[in-house]
């Protein structure tokens, strides 16, 4: 199975990488991590639909975004400041899930060229402690996005 | 009571992942294995102990003998605990890719 997308978790650690080729020249690529719109719409699935209540790209901008269950309902909100934004290079952002106990995570997006038509993301991400860090990637455990992984989740849960 | 460990947390012990690179060759008895490390005997029980709670180990009685397996089952489901949070980019990055092909404002760059 090919794996495109590529996650790094070290064992103990408190951060995780997460990289991704994209068949897609640098700009388009920057420029679907900075347009709400198309943010919007990659990040919206069957269970959600997501929508920025604010998304301000530029250096010291703020963010807010929700997401809201097929019934309409608001299941999930969070927010973040921008630290930086170095058009085609960089973003970093912080992260936090309101009324959640995952805390305040760090990311660091760096878009690099590869060719005309090809680029790549480097996503770090780095969570105030190696337990909130084990816990947002049990999370799509949780959520039930994976029907295929629901044992492992009865597994998992008995462990805790 | 027995407190059932994360097997997480099992794995993330450095002399507890080389007991089970041994193991994981062959079958070995608690003393097989202690003689492989420098820790004290009842050190290296404690982490079977762990190993086996966590069901990374098997236990056989074989006569008056304990052997240690290692059960590659339950490292694999180890090895898929990240696989649900990178499905869920994948899928993510997927969707983002045949937008974004698809988007096209400016028809004068001449891209196909």
Redesign the interface.
């Known amino acids: 199975m090919e ?5 790094n ?1 070290g ?2 650690q408190q951060d995780i990488v ?1 990289t ?1 080729e ?4 640098l700009e ?2 920057f ?2 991590h900075a347009e709400a719109e ?1 943010i919007e ?3 919206s ?1 069957e269970y959600g639909t997501t929508k920025f209540v604010k998304l301000e790209s530029r250096k010291h901008g703020s963010w807010q975004m929700e997401t809201t269950d097929a019934q309409g309902k608001v299941a999930f909100r969070a927010n973040g400041v921008i630290h930086e934004f170095v058009p085609n290079q960089k973003i970093t952002r912080t992260f936090e899930m309101e009324h959640s106990p995952f805390g305040v995570q760090l990311e660091l997006y760096v878009f690099e060229k590869l060719s005309d038509d090809t680029s790549k ?1 480097t996503m770090h991400v780095i969570y105030e402690s190696v337990a909130q860090r ?1 816990q947002v ?5 949780s959520q039930g ?2 029907m295929a ?1 629901n044992r ?1 989740q009865d ?2 849960s ?3 | 009571m027995i407190i ?5 947390q099992a ?2 012990d450095p002399t507890r992942r080389a007991i089970l690179v041994l193991v994981a060759t062959q079958s070995m008895t608690a003393g097989a294995i202690a003689a492989n490390f420098d820790t004290a005997r009842p050190t290296v029980s404690k982490h079977l102990q762990i190993l086996t709670e ?1 069901e990374l180990l098997e236990q056989e009685q074989t006569g008056r003998e304990v052997f240690y397996h290692f059960n590659p089952k339950k490292m694999k ?1 180890v090895a ?18 045949n ?3 698809k ?1 096209n404002p400016n028809s004068n760059r001449g ?1 196909k």
Not at chain 1, 137 to 141: A, C, N, R
Not at chain 2, 4 to 8: E, G, K, P
Request: with cysteine; hydrophobic share 45%; aromatic share 12%.
């Open positions: 794996r495109k997308t590529k996650v978790a064992d103990g997460i991704r994209f068949n897609l020249p388009l690529l420029k679907a198309l719409q990659w990040m699935h993301l084990d990637l049990k999370l799509p455990f996005l994976n992984h492992l597994i998992v008995k462990l805790k | 059932r460990r994360d097997v997480f794995i993330a966590c489901e898929d605990f990240i696989e649900p949070f990178r499905k869920m980019w994948d899928d993510r990055f997927d969707k983002l890719e937008i974004m092909k988007y891209k």
